[in-house]
């Protein structure tokens, strides 16, 4: 089966793409490395054709809300219209549980607006709600860290393994649109701070973190409103697990 992987040099599209190759697929990267703008649609048309099935694991700036809205409803039109165009027959959007429940969050609302154009738009779909990724909460101190210093919220959250997202999302793009997914999570609740010090400690690295609800994510995350709902689809490896295996340490990437 021919797939098209957007975001296919990122975090969870270079895990994508490696799984459909082994599993035999003819897969076609998206991204600006690439040579494929999302943005302009340059290199978009060519790209697409002969597909059948598109995972959209794209990322981008979540600095502002204007800014994600802009960024996700633009790439997401323009890969949605080309699918169209070229005859694709299931397009699978990678989504983030409980952004419907909080308010505040920019990438959540690029997030929000990249759904409804998914939902309503001209081709076949499914959207897979997942957790935290488990490097979650070292990438969050990299984004507020200053001198050996990084705030940090003490979210509640239930992280998954990034090579067990990239598992589900090959398993539903190669099956038929199955509309909204089950939210699919890790095994276990962790709290991110935690998480961040052990991750830390890990990969060697010296921060020290403050816990606050005054910086990137405010009171609205909080509770179990990134936890996932009943009926989750549960994968399996603990963060433990993976923080031993050390695929997410800096010498692995
Ligand atoms: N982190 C989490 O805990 C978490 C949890 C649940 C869901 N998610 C979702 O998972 C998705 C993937 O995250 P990730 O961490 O794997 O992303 P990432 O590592 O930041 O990768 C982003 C990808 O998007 C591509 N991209 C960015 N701008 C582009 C453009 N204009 N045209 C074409 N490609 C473009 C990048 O390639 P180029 O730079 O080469 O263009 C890259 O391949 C995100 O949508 C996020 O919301 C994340």
Not at 74 to 103: C, F, M, P, W, Y
């Amino acid at each position: 089966m021919r797939l098209a992987v957007a975001g296919a040099t990122g975090n969870i599209g270079r895990l994508v793409t490696a799984g459909l190759k082994r599993d035999g697929h003819d897969v076609v990267g998206v991204s600006r490395a690439l040579g494929v703008d999302l943005l302009t649609g340059a290199g978009l048309d060519d790209a697409l054709t002969g597909v059948e099935a598109v995972i959209d694991v794209t990322n981008g700036p979540a600095t502002a809300r204007d800014e994600a809205v802009r960024f996700f409803g633009t790439a997401t039109g323009n890969l949605l219209a080309a699918g169209r165009q070229a005859g694709v027959r299931h397009h699978v959007l990678l989504s983030i549980v409980g952004i419907h429940d909080v308010e505040g969050n920019a990438h959540y609302e690029g997030k929000r607006e990249q759904e409804r154009l998914v939902s309503e738009g001209p081709v076949p779909w499914t959207i897979v709600p997942a957790t935290q990724f488990h490097d979650f909460a070292e990438m969050v101190v990299g984004w507020t860290e200053r001198d050996g210093v990084a705030t940090i919220a003490p979210l509640l959250v239930q992280p998954i393994a990034p090579a067990d997202v990239a598992a589900v999302l090959i398993e539903v793009a190669t099956g038929e649109p199955q509309g909204r997914y089950l939210d699919v999570a890790g095994p276990e609740t962790q709290d991110l701070v935690d998480m961040a010090r052990r991750t830390l400690h890990a990969h060697g690295r010296d921060v020290r973190l403050v816990p606050t609800w005054n910086a990137l994510f405010g009171p609205s995350m909080a509770g179990n409103v990134l936890l996932p709902g009943e009926n989750a689809r549960i994968a399996p490896t603990t963060f433990d697990e993976w923080l031993a295996a050390g695929t997410g340490s800096p010498s692995a990437r």
